[in-house]
């Protein structure tokens, strides 16, 4: 088993996470039919996200997965955004690699009318030719709204999927060809 720490370094923020290689090589490939793959034929990379997600086309060159979530509690809606663009971002990225490519990373939460919005964002620059920007969010309700309010959600637990599906961000195989790994919104 190899081990894997990662420091990620945002505005003074300094989050350390042990990723266990073995358990996400695990986790996304022994175990790959509890998991859909999704490929974009433009940039020509792929990742896989949970059987029960929900793919949603919103947009050329954007996406949305709506993932499962925990019921009965602050947390009501959780997802990932997809956003592909040609050109490049011109940031070395934040000291990650996955499969190569170095990754940004910004943290951030918004507020609106009594919804709190926490996002993990991720911009990838693919292929010297396509920006990937994965938005990971998690919709709450504040809990200060409720006389009663529902329990707590368990980020830690709600928030380990994405960084699963980060880990399973790859190239198609050499030589496929766009016509050969369709978009799974398409």
């Known amino acids: 088993m190899i081990n894997v720490i990662v420091v990620i370094r945002i505005r003074s923020f300094a989050a350390i996470l042990l990723v266990s290689v073995a358990f996400v090589n695990m986790a996304c490939s022994a175990k790959a039919g509890l998991y859909k793959v999704y490929r974009d034929q433009s940039c020509g990379f792929e990742f896989r996200y949970p059987s029960d997600g929900k793919l949603i086309r919103i947009a050329s060159g954007a996406d949305r997965v709506d993932l499962p979530f925990v019921s009965g509690t602050t947390l009501c809606d959780k997802y990932i955004l997809i956003n592909v663009s040609s050109g490049r971002e011109d940031s070395p ?22 919804s709190i919005y926490d996002f ?13 920007v994965l938005t990971f969010v998690l919709h709450s309700v504040n809990p200060e709204m409720f006389d009663s309010p529902p329990p707590a959600f368990d980020r830690a637990k709600e928030v380990l999927p994405f960084w699963l599906i980060l880990a399973s961000l790859r190239p198609l195989p050499d030589g496929s060809s766009p016509g050969n790994y369709p978009h799974a919104g398409k």
Do not use: P, Y
């Open 93 to 114: 990225g934040d000291g990650l690699q996955i499969n190569g490519m170095k990754l940004k990373f910004e943290l951030g939460s918004e507020g609106a009318a009594g």
């Open 120 to 132: 993990i964002r991720c911009t990838v620059t693919f292929a010297d030719r396509c920006q990937i």
